[in-house]
């Protein structure tokens, strides 16, 4: 992990979305923390437009992200539609 994300954000942000800090296997959670990783990343990316590496790996983390809320939406439309809401994810 970067330096960006320590662990107490990290269990932070499992708490939140997850139920529990160790809950670390919740798919809430996992799209919470690729969204926070997400974030942090398009702001680095502003500041230096080259970096081709971290580019892709953000193009990465979106296509996770993105098959993640797929199977959520899948299985649980509910929570779903509330954690959309939550995040602030598509308008």
Known sequence: MAVYLTSEKKQEIFKQHGGDANNTGSIEGQIALFTFRIKSLSEHLNK??????????LLMMVGKRK?????????????????????????
């Open 48 to 57: 230096f437009k080259k970096d081709h590496a971290t580019r892709r790996s």
């Open 67 to 91: 098959s993640l809320l797929e199977y959520l939406k899948r299985h649980d439309i509910n929570k779903y539609r509330a954690l959309i809401q939550t995040l602030g994810l598509r308008g």
